[in-house]
């Protein structure tokens, strides 16, 4: 949300306005809390009504101050934005002011031209209502996006002249969260999550969390093979600290067969697809194709990764 949406109006003056007629500005409206000091329609600081009176309600104010010009009691160092600035960039630097300027309005502009102001507590409700917003679309164990921008972005995807699909999933993980627990699981996940992090970095490149141990990501590019060596290098090096040896040895689970099958350590799939050497033109063509590679994936036992498998362009075993 851009602090543009929120404004309110109060009303400006010029800077050779007597303060007898700010006096009179704040006495017949009791909710105005400031009024803005413009010069050629830009403004040039503000008069709030706790600053008026405090200077007013001196020993000598009222007689110092009341039939002379405002530049007097001005508060000439406002916070002022554009209207297009995002609402959490506003709040950060709203509340990093000095104590007695906390609770000032901020004065917002187009083009430098006056527009309207923005109330701490309008801003601060706004603020909450976003990142409300903002986590409704994220997964919440991760913090990544979640399906409804996943969706989004692959619409997007569809537009560009170069990208690939890559979908990240984890084999045996089941049988993990099983006999571990889903505390545990929630940690081999979160694991998971800050190596594609630390390796989807590009200033376009997209990282989703579709959910469970499925997440997605979306890059303007097609050089995906040594992205996806190095997160399967990074996964497989430290996955064992996660087990206890001796249950890899020796245990068992029941597969979705009803068929008592080895415990085996969990193991990363990373399946691909590229407009390459193929067009989509829906989102769906695009899901479909990857569910194909992603099914190739699981036949094989360990972390592996695999490019446009089902057209047997590239097929790449760790």
Not at 213 to 227: G, N, S, Y
């Amino acid at each position: 949300m851009k602090i543009g949406e929120v404004i309110e109006t109060v009303p400006c003056i010029d800077e050779f306005v007597k303060n007898r007629e700010v006096d009179l500005l704040f006495t017949s409206n009791l909710s105005l809390r400031s009024v803005v000091v413009v010069r050629d329609e830009r403004p040039i600081g503000h008069i709030t009504r706790t600053h008026f009176y405090q200077k007013i309600g001196t020993r000598y104010g009222y007689n110092l101050f009341m039939g002379r010009q405002n530049q007097l009691v001005i508060k000439d160092n406002p916070l002022m934005v554009e209207h297009h600035a995002p609402i959490t960039e506003v709040s950060t630097v709203a509340m990093s002011r000095p104590p007695e300027d906390l609770y000032d309005d901020v004065i917002v502009t187009r083009n430098g031209i006056y527009v309207g102001v923005v109330s701490i507590r309008e801003l601060l409700l706004k603020l909450v209502d976003t990142q409300v917003a903002i986590a409704s679309f994220l997964n919440p164990l991760s913090s990544l996006p979640g399906n409804k921008l996943i969706d989004e972005k692959l619409e997007e995807a569809l537009l560009l002249p170069q990208y690939s699909l890559i979908y990240f999933d984890l084999d045996h993980f089941k049988s993990y969260n099983d006999t571990y627990g889903f505390n545990k699981g929630d940690k081999i996940l979160l694991y998971l999550t800050d190596i594609l992090k630390r390796n989807i970095v590009g200033v376009e490149d997209f990282l989703g969390h579709i959910g469970g141990d499925d997440f997605v990501a979306i890059l303007p590019h097609f050089d995906t093979l040594p992205i996806c060596e190095k997160i399967i290098n990074e996964f497989d090096a430290k996955i064992l600290n996660f087990y206890n040896p001796e249950d890899l040895a020796t245990l068992q689970f029941h597969n979705r067969m009803g068929k008592l099958e080895p415990f085996r350590c969990t193991s990363l799939s990373i399946a691909v697809i590229t407009n390459q050497n193929q067009q989509f033109t829906s989102v769906e063509q695009l899901s479909d194709a990857v569910t194909r590679v992603k099914k190739q994936c699981k036949k094989i036992s360990a972390s592996c990764y695999l490019i446009n498998e089902y057209k047997k362009e590239t097929y790449l075993i760790h």
